[in-house]
Nanobody, 116 residues
Framework: QVQLVESGGGLVQPGGSLRLSCAAS????????MGWYRQAPGKERELVAA???????NYADSVKGRFTISRDSTKNTVYLRMNSLKFEDTAVYYC??????????WGQGTQVTVSS
């Protein structure tokens, strides 16, 4: 069973920054891709950013230029650096590990609240 443990969420003012971490219980290169999703109250879960095993990244249009996904293979950890945070970034953020031929794995989620 794969475990994904997120950390780094919290309360931040508009314009501030946070870095989320997702520690996996096995090599992150054993997955085809890893990503961050978010779900705001009353809304569907949406993809924020993803990185493939080959290093290709993609971002939701709403976060391009503000968020950066990265990884540290020595720590089996994926990060999401979030800058210039906006009220609308408030959500529970989930780490995802994707296999093309298998199940997706999810973390428990970490709350990010942007408020003045």
């Amino acid at each position: 069973q794969v475990q994904l443990v997120e950390s780094g969420g919290g309360l931040v003012q508009p314009g501030g920054s946070l870095r989320l971490s997702c520690a996996a219980s096995r090599s992150i290169f054993s997955f085809n891709a890893m990503g961050w999703y978010r779900q705001a109250p009353g809304k569907e879960r949406e993809l924020v950013a993803a990185i493939t095993s080959g290093g290709t990244t993609n971002y939701a249009d709403s976060v391009k230029g503000r968020f950066t996904i990265s990884r540290d293979s020595t720590k089996n950890t994926v990060y999401l650096r979030m800058n210039s945070l906006k009220f609308e970034d408030t959500a529970v953020y989930y780490c995802n590990a994707h296999l093309n031929t298998g199940p997706d794995y999810w973390g428990q989620g970490t709350q990010v609240t942007v408020s003045s």
